[in-house]
């Protein structure tokens, strides 16, 4: 399948669509619903592992704190969103390595190194305001992950307290979707620009080569421009 120039226009204006949404969504519910949820840290760190949380996805501003804090945290975020004739990935933005033992870079006898600058996504876990299909397929709105698998539940949290979370949740979320509107609109532009298209055969073929050990280039997305990564590094 080849996905051509109107194709990625139609997943902006399908982005475009749920940013609708979520600007729409009663932020009353939301709140009543981390009420009800009372969600509470009991510090067991399993949200800061890939088994439990896959990876943590970095907003522009979190991959700035992070090449602050040390570089070497960074890789491109998995599942990269498109990959051209030549074999060139393009992915919405980094995410943070994960040690051999699945667990977050920043993660250090269960606790995170860097919790006075900690990162978006990590600030508003295990909230948040997407949608989402369920088992049977059915599209519906996610407010909380990982429900009863980490955490005490059923405490209780202020109305005040929970307005905050809610406001942060969906401010994150938005954040997140501008993000991904952002590099899809960049996209189009630099593969309208330079004769580009986004191949799926090329795609599975350099996924499949990259799998057996051969290095791929990906661009990843942040601050309005592409930055060039060749996967895995080159040591
Ligand atoms: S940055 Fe800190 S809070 Fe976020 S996943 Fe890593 S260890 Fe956990």
Not at 45 to 64: G, I, M, P, Q, Y
Not at 98 to 116: A, Q
Not at 135 to 140: L, R, T
Request: with cysteine; net charge negative.
């Amino acid at each position: 399948m080849t996905l051509a120039a109107p194709s990625i226009q139609s997943l902006i204006e399908q982005k475009q669509q749920e940013l609708h949404d979520l600007v729409q969504y009663p932020e009353d519910k939301l709140t009543s619903i981390i009420r009800d949820v009372g969600f509470k840290c009991d510090l067991c760190s399993r949200c800061c592992t890939e088994k439990f949380n896959d990876h943590v996805f970095l907003l522009d501003a979190d991959t700035a704190v992070i090449k602050q804090i040390d570089a070497l945290a960074l890789t491109p975020a998995p599942y990269f969103e498109f990959c051209d004739q030549y074999g060139r990935f393009y992915v919405s933005g980094y995410s943070l390595k994960n040690k051999p033992d699945g667990s977050c870079y920043f993660l250090e006898w269960g606790r995170c190194r860097i919790y006075s600058s900690r990162l978006s996504i990590c600030r508003v876990y295990p909230y948040m305001l997407h949608r989402e299909a369920d088992e049977s397929g059915n599209m519906d709105w996610r407010q909380i992950s990982g429900l009863n698998e980490h955490g005490c539940y059923h405490t209780e949290i202020g109305d005040s307290e929970a307005r905050e979370i809610a406001k942060e949740t969906r401010d994150y979320e938005k954040a997140f979707l501008e993000q991904e509107l952002r590099f899809l609109k960049a996209v189009n532009t630099h593969f309208t620009k330079n004769g580009l298209r986004h191949v799926q055969k090329v795609y599975d073929k350099k996924m499949r080569l990259y799998k057996k050990g051969e290095s791929i280039e990906v661009w990843v997305y942040y601050n309005s421009t592409f930055e060039k990564n060749i996967m895995p590094v080159e040591q």
